[in-house]
C-alpha cells in the first residue's frame, strides 16, 4: 500500500482549521482537546499544521472582534442564526486579512471561496465572497 505524502501549503491547512473551528463550535469542544484528536490533521506537513493551529488559535483568541466585523458586513444575517461553515470560513479569512496580514486579499479571499464550495451550502460561495469583497473594498454598488 502506497504511503501518501504529506500535505503542504496552506489550503489543506486552511481546510484543518475550519474542520477543527467546526467542531468547536459545533460540540462547544476544547480546542486543545479537539486539535489533538483531530484524525483530519493526519498528513500534514510540520509547517501546515503549525499555521492551521495558528489560525485556530488566532481565530479563538479574536473570536469576539471578528464576529463583530462579520455583523458589521453582513447585518441582515446575525452571526447565531449564520451557518456554522459561513461563519468560521468568513473568521479565518478575516484573522487572515486584520491581523496576520502575510498573504493577498485576493488568495485569501479566493481560498475562503473555495472552502465554502467544499463545505457550504449552494449559496455559501457567493456569501463568503460578498461579505469578504465588502470587507477590502472591493464591492462596487450597482449603478442607478
Known amino acids: 500500500m502506497k504511503q501518501r505524502a504529506p500535505r503542504a501549503g496552506r489550503h489543506p491547512a486552511r481546510r484543518v ?9 459545533f460540540n462547544r469542544a476544547d480546542a486543545k482537546e479537539t486539535w489533538q484528536r483531530g484524525s483530519f ?10 499555521f492551521a493551529w495558528q489560525l485556530v488559535e488566532g481565530v479563538l483568541e479574536h473570536r469576539r472582534e471578528l464576529d463583530e466585523e462579520i455583523h458589521q458586513l453582513a447585518p441582515e444575517f446575525p452571526i447565531e442564526q449564520m451557518a456554522r461553515i459561513d461563519r468560521n470560513v468568513l473568521r479565518i479569512a478575516l484573522y487572515e486579512l486584520r ?3 502575510d498573504a493577498p486579499a485576493a488568495a485569501i479571499i479566493d481560498e475562503a471561496v473555495e472552502l465554502a464550495k467544499m463545505f457550504g ?7 463568503v465572497n460578498g461579505v469578504l469583497a465588502t ?3 472591493g464591492r462596487k454598488e ?3
Open 135 to 137: 470587507a477590502v473594498g
Open 17 to 25: 482549521a475550519l474542520q477543527t473551528l467546526f467542531e468547536i463550535d
Open 41 to 50: 490533521r493526519t498528513g500534514l506537513t510540520d509547517e501546515a499544521a503549525s
Open 142 to 144: 450597482p449603478s442607478a
Open 121 to 127: 451550502s449552494e449559496a455559501s460561495p457567493k456569501f
Open 99 to 101: 491581523v496576520l496580514g
